[in-house]
């Protein structure tokens, strides 16, 4: 008899997605019909940043252009490996502000915890792309020592998933994980920091809606667009899914030079999102990477660009523009 598989263990859609991810930059080329010449620089790039980018992200790219603004965030490049002064490897202090393996206690009430390096996405201009997860992340059973913390502490009332992308993980580690969590008295509020529905709207599973609505802490899932292109319809639909179990949904964006640093493209991008039932939460300035400095938009620009966007939005599609500035207590507010 031929032994048959049983219907549960069979692997989940997105995670066969996760897993057939372009990772050749020589296939993104040829995919996109964009010039080999590319290639050498992408290869030497991606040595130091690997390049990752799930299929149905590729999907949403226009053929034959170099310049499109999903492709930028994805695509190593060139002039990621020129250094530039004041921009290196901790930008943020995360490695200072990181109380017991995986949680960083910055701000008053709540902690973050990188509960895994994993990301579905390799964004270029990301702040942790030379972050030792490694030493950060708790293991399956490790996370004990950052629950012994959360617990020893009545001030933290709010506990923030990050990563890398936490889910990334099962949702029988997130469900237990998120159950332990909700066994300590304080911790009123969970946060879940994601940028898979958008890139890989598979993730939003029967079983991810089931952990996310039988705790009984308030949820918020802050998600991570920075272009009206990234939400196409399948996008919508698994944020519309999210929405309706009855978690608040917000987005964060990040301004980036040749992406999103225009006003038409802005306004866009809250609309859509709110069409998908998400509200922008923050614009934040780039962080100080490697790397990433041809990403950069200078604040000046940036606050007119602010300026411009709240004369044409109301007031709720409008993100706030902060920079993150190591030992501030909160994200700072380039204000106008
Ligand atoms: C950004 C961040 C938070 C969350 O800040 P909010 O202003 O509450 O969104 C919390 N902890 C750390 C370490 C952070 O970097
Ligand atoms: S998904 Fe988030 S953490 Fe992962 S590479 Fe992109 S910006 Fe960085």
């Known amino acids: 008899m031929i032994p048959r598989t049983h219907p549960l263990r069979q692997t989940p859609a997105w995670q066969t997605e996760l897993a057939r991810a372009v990772t050749d930059p020589a296939e993104l080329l040829k995919t996109l019909e964009l010039d080999m010449g590319l290639l050498p620089a992408a290869r030497r790039a991606a040595r130091e940043f690997g390049l990752r980018v799930p299929r149905g992200f590729v999907a949403r790219m226009r053929k034959g252009d170099p310049r499109d603004p999903l492709l930028l965030q994805v695509m190593p490049l060139a002039a990621e490996c020129q250094a530039a002064p004041g921009f290196d490897t901790d930008p943020v202090g995360d490695r200072a502000a990181m109380a017991v393996p995986g949680l960083l206690h910055k701000y008053r009430g709540r902690v973050l915890l990188t509960v895994t390096g994993a990301c579905a996405v390799h964004c270029r201009y990301c702040f942790r792309r030379h972050f030792p997860y490694s030493e950060a992340n708790p293991a399956a059973d490790q996370w004990r020592p950052a629950l012994a913390y959360i617990a020893a502490d009545d001030g933290i009332g709010e506990v923030i998933l990050s990563g ?51 705790t009984h802490l308030k949820t918020v899932v802050v998600v991570h667009a920075n272009h009206a292109n990234e939400v196409d319809a399948g996008v919508r639909a698994a944020l519309l899914r999210l929405r309706t179990s009855g ?79 190591p030992g501030a207590p909160a994200k700072m507010p380039l204000c106008l």
Not at 303 to 312: I, V
């Open 164 to 214: 890398g992308d936490p889910l990334t993980l099962t949702d029988r580690r997130l469900g237990e994980f998120v159950a332990q969590l909700g066994a300590i008295p304080h911790v009123r509020r969970l946060r879940v920091h994601t940028r898979l529905p958008v890139v890989l709207p598979e993730r939003v599973t029967a079983e991810l809606l089931d952990w996310l609505s039988s």
């Open 247 to 325: 978690v608040t949904l917000l987005n964060q964006a990040v301004l980036l030079r040749g992406v999103n640093d225009c006003v038409r493209t802005l306004e866009e991008l809250s609309l859509a999102l709110f069409d998908a039932g998400v509200l922008p939460y923050y614009l934040h300035a780039l962080d100080r990477v490697g790397g990433a400095a041809h990403f950069e938009v200078e604040e000046a620009a940036a606050r007119a660009l602010l300026a411009e966007l709240s004369a044409r939005l109301p007031g709720y599609l409008v993100p706030r523009l902060v920079r993150e500035l």
